[in-house]
């Protein structure tokens, strides 16, 4: 409990060192929150593309092909059926989840990069590629039913989401490996301090 109360207290302090025992509790909890508000933020937006998809499919039963049960939604579109579902909300969605997991985690992963000696900055390296794609995959998905759909757009957001999730293996890799023993650059070891020397 006092490695989440200490991550919230610490949201801003972008300075010094959080040791794996500080970092990981406050994490999981970071975590929880913001995938539970995307979750959320996801659910609403997919209701009114349900909407969407049903009346396209009764004005064009040929083209849009809607199957549901109480488990399952599936909508089909023909290529050249002029009906492309509006995904802005939708990835309005993820964004906003993905920005307060960004902001709840920014200071913490800055910490902890620290206590490996490392700048805080290395944190970021994924955050560029997600942003990247998810604005490529709502211009992909507006794309689809375009006559004169670009197949390198797709190309390059497949190349941009394994460059992405490399850079964050790399940093979670990094996050979990043990920090510096002794003070670095920038300070004193985090967490409770050694027990004295005895001879």
């Not at 919230?8 to 539970?36: C, E, H, K, T």
């Not at 309005?92 to 910490?111: D, E, P």
């Not at 957001?157 to 920090?179: D, E, K, R």
Request: charged content about 10%.
């Amino acid at each position: 409990m006092r490695a989440i109360s200490r991550g919230f207290m610490n949201l801003f302090r972008f300075g010094g060192r959080d040791s794996p025992g500080q970092f990981w509790p406050y994490a999981a909890v970071a975590f929880v929150i913001g995938f539970a508000v995307m979750g959320f933020g996801v659910a609403m937006a997919m209701e009114p593309l349900f909407e969407q998809a049903l009346l396209a499919a009764q004005q064009n039963p040929d083209s849009v092909h809607v199957t549901q049960s109480p488990t399952h939604y599936s909508v089909q579109i023909e290529p050249g059926a002029g009906f492309t579902p509006d995904f802005s909300n939708f990835f309005l969605a993820l964004g906003a989840g993905a920005a307060l997991l960004i902001g709840l985690l920014a200071a913490a992963v800055t910490r902890r990069l620290h206590d490996r000696g490392l700048s805080g900055f290395i944190g970021s390296v994924p955050v560029v590629f997600l942003v990247t794609g998810l604005i490529g995959m709502q211009r992909l998905m507006g794309a689809l039913d375009l006559p004169d759909f670009d197949e390198r757009l797709f190309i390059l957001i497949f190349l941009n989401n394994l460059i992405y999730m490399a850079s964050l293996a790399g940093l979670v890799i990094l996050l979990i490996l043990p920090g510096q023993p002794r003070r670095n650059a920038f300070g004193d070891p985090a967490g409770p301090p050694s027990p004295p020397v005895v001879d």
